[in-house]
């Protein structure tokens, strides 16, 4: 799909200027970092029967109320902080998801190897072909199943199967940009 600025991009990444942005310097970009991937997947977990241009559009508000998503600092929250996300209108206020959060940091800060580095272990090779269509894309595939198998055991909340999928894609463990996106391969 062409864009308003005439550059080529997946259709979702046409859709609005705060996807296409998103689209076109971070989604399927390789992101490192524990604290980066922390915040990834924190908010791919409220985004969880939502639409990810509310998440988007609340991220700001997110980082300013997970003090940047720092692991360390999100372990630490306690009850009083639970109940300071419960009343900030910025973000997603979802009792489970927010203790979810708070958990997985817990757990992140446990992990010998790191979280950007046991993330990293799922990722599949590279395709041989870039998908033609979003019908070629997957909603989860057998790596993201392993992943969510594997985070669910050391722990972790609110991460299964697809929720692992969108990660492997938002953070360029797979690259699901299609054929003729502009972005396509820029890894």
Same mark, same amino acid.
């Given at each position: 799909?062409i864009? !308003?600025?005439?550059?080529?991009?997946?259709?979702? @990444?046409a859709?609005?200027?705060?996807?296409?942005?998103?689209?076109?310097?971070?989604?399927?970009?390789p992101?490192?970092?524990?604290? !980066?991937?922390?915040?990834?997947?924190?908010?791919?977990a409220?985004?969880?029967?939502l639409?990810?241009?509310?998440?988007?559009?609340?991220?700001?508000?997110?980082?300013?109320? #997970?003090?940047?998503?720092?692991?360390?600092?999100?372990? !630490? #929250?306690s009850?009083?902080?639970?109940?300071?996300?419960?009343?900030? +209108?910025?973000?997603?206020?979802?009792?489970a998801?927010?203790?979810?959060?708070i =958990?997985?940091?817990?757990v992140?800060?446990?992990?010998?190897?790191?979280? *950007?580095?046991?993330?990293? *272990?799922?990722?599949?090779?590279?395709?041989?072909?870039?998908?033609a =269509?979003?019908?070629?894309?997957?909603a989860? +595939?057998?790596?993201?199943?392993?992943?969510?198998?594997?985070?669910?055991?050391? @722990?972790?909340?609110?991460?299964?199967?697809?929720?692992?999928?969108?990660?492997m894609?938002?953070?360029?463990?797979?690259?699901?940009?299609?054929? @003729?996106?502009?972005?396509?391969?820029?890894?």
């Amino acid at each position: 799909m062409i864009g !308003a600025d005439g550059s080529s991009r997946c259709a979702w @990444g046409a859709g609005t200027p705060d996807y296409a942005v998103y689209h076109d310097t971070e989604w399927g970009r390789p992101l490192h970092g524990d604290d !980066a991937l922390y915040e990834r997947m924190t908010l791919e977990a409220f985004q969880s029967g939502l639409s990810w241009l509310t998440i988007l559009r609340k991220r700001a508000a997110f980082r300013e109320a #997970f003090d940047g998503f720092r692991i360390e600092s999100v372990a !630490a #929250f306690s009850g009083a902080d639970v109940a300071r996300l419960l009343d900030d +209108t910025g973000i997603v206020r979802n009792r489970a998801k927010i203790e979810a959060a708070i =958990s997985n940091a817990r757990v992140a800060l446990e992990l010998p190897v790191g979280l *950007s580095a046991l993330l990293w *272990s799922f990722a599949p090779p590279p395709r041989r072909a870039r998908p033609a =269509s979003f019908a070629q894309v997957p909603a989860l +595939t057998a790596e993201s199943t392993t992943m969510a198998k594997a985070l669910k055991k050391r @722990g972790f909340r609110f991460v299964g199967p697809t929720t692992a999928y969108a990660l492997m894609q938002a953070t360029g463990m797979v690259d699901d940009h299609l054929v @003729g996106c502009h972005v396509a391969g820029f890894r």
